[in-house]
């Protein structure tokens, strides 16, 4: 027997309406304490999914408020159990009132994210649509809202069954000659399970491959702006933001710290960092805050390298740009001051120096005279691009756990497949069920406890 949880499922605060969920096996007859409809009929006696008016009550049958409750019958609910919601009158005060009569009745408090929890465990959402709950919550533009969405409904889940079928069939054949190899009941030949394997190790790749554009629709890639003292560093993060976030001056370190930034810049979202120019100094405060510029610039993602466009570059210049050209982060190498610059053919002779470092993404920009932003916000998206199909279908990762799972379930397919050519078929079918298990431990079919706990407790009340 399950307890019945419940909790306030709309925003906290005064609203126009406030929705209170409970769920559970008891949940008609506790609601059915506290809620009285007008039509004289007991809660539990209303048809399924219709809304009914009445009264809501203290348990000493004094009037609370008015409003409407709503019946889900099991399984046929969000959670898979009984469910009650009941919309009452957005005061903090009467909302506060209902949810300790229902305590009273018999309720307990929902836990962060109980209800969608129990509806994974009840088979009503994959781990992934549960995750997509949360990041259809905090979608913060429309590219993020859509490909939640379509998450939620399911394409994500059916994207990694599908190639479990597929490791299913061949794990079959695989048992099938490891039983019986003096019978040939095996109905594929190694040439054709390599071809299969090759296959499913493309499809796993291509969804490997989505993550980081997945990352940067929903969760934000860190990204840092660095560069020397005085290139326009607060000016362009300014710029960026819209809005003056950043102390500008004149005066070379005048940023001492890293301010950090959250900002969508078209389509992506940008967990952004503006830090202390980086130079040699005797300042103490300023040398903490260029140790600080070095640490971020160690765990970012994507880097805007600042250099003045107005001037040649100098050697700690090319010294800073030799030491950015890493094939592990992404850099767009920012030409600022272009509203200042002398001359054109300085501007050409500087692309062709970051070119030669293989530092191609290259843009022109003023951030004094907020010129240019278009033509970064296009770099960004070329990095970090979800396409149209991809938003429309959901098949996109967008957290560490999926992605983990998924690379693993790559590498041990790429095991299958050596094995296969090297070894035996048993030792492949070893390999395979690996695989099997990675993908289940993606959308939730074999997944510890522990696991579902963390996923879940980083929800909010009520959902």
Do not use: W
């Not at 959402?125 to 979608?139: F, I, R, S």
């Amino acid at each position: 027997m399950t307890h019945t949880c419940c909790a306030l499922s709309s925003a906290h605060g005064k609203a126009g309406i406030s929705v209170i969920r409970l769920s559970g096996d008891d949940a008609f007859e506790i609601a059915s304490k506290v809620f009285f409809p007008a039509n004289g009929k007991k809660l539990s006696e209303i048809p399924a999914n219709k809304a009914v008016y009445g009264e809501i009550r203290s348990t000493d049958n004094e009037k609370i408020d008015t409003g409407i409750a709503v019946c889900f019958y099991a399984p046929h609910s969000y959670t898979g159990e009984n469910t009650v919601e009941i919309s009452c009158h957005g005061s903090p005060v009467g909302v506060s009132a209902i949810l300790a009569q229902l305590f009273a009745a018999g309720a307990k408090p929902a836990l962060a994210g109980e209800f969608t929890k129990r509806a994974f465990v009840n088979g009503k959402l994959d781990l992934t649509q549960a995750e997509a709950v949360a990041e259809l919550l905090d979608a913060e533009s429309m590219p993020a809202l859509k490909l939640s969405g379509a998450k939620l409904d399911g394409g994500l889940g059916r994207s990694i069954r599908k190639i479990s079928d597929e490791i299913t069939l061949i794990l079959a054949s695989v048992y099938a000659y490891i039983d019986y190899p003096d019978e040939d009941m095996s109905d594929l030949s190694d040439e054709e399970i390599k071809e299969k394997l090759e296959n499913i190790g493309k499809k796993l790749e291509t969804l490997k491959s989505t993550y980081s554009s997945g990352l940067a629709v929903t969760k934000g890639i860190k990204t840092v702006i660095a560069g020397l003292p005085n290139t326009g560093k607060s000016t362009f993060f300014n710029m960026l933001s819209g809005y003056d976030r950043a102390i500008v001056t004149e005066i070379a370190g005048t940023t001492r710290d890293v301010i950090s930034e959250s900002l969508m810049l078209g389509d992506v979202k940008l967990l952004v960092s503006d830090t202390a120019g980086i130079r040699k100094t005797e300042d103490k405060i300023e040398k903490i805050g260029v140790e600080r510029s070095k640490e971020a610039l160690e765990d970012c993602e994507l880097v805007f390298a600042l250099f003045d466009v107005s001037k040649e570059l100098s050697d700690e210049d090319k010294e800073f740009a030799k030491e950015i050209a890493s094939p592990d982060k992404n850099v767009i190498v920012i030409l600022n001051k272009s509203d200042i610059a002398v001359n054109e053919g300085d501007t050409e002779k500087m692309k062709e120096f970051f070119k030669s470092l293989g530092l191609d993404r290259i843009c022109v920009v003023s951030a004094e005279k907020n010129e240019g932003k278009d033509d970064v916000e296009k770099e960004v998206a070329s990095l970090y691009n979800v396409s149209k199909e991809e938003l429309e279908s959901g098949c996109v990762l967008t957290n560490a756990r999926q992605y983990a799972a998924v690379s693993s379930a790559k590498e041990a397919v790429d095991r299958a497949k050596t094995a296969l050519e090297t070894l035996t078929r048993d030792v492949s079918g070893l390999d395979l069920e690996q695989a099997l298990s990675f993908l289940c431990e993606a959308d939730g079919r074999q997944v510890s406890e522990a696991v579902v706990d963390s996923i879940f407790s980083h929800f909010c009340v009520g959902k």
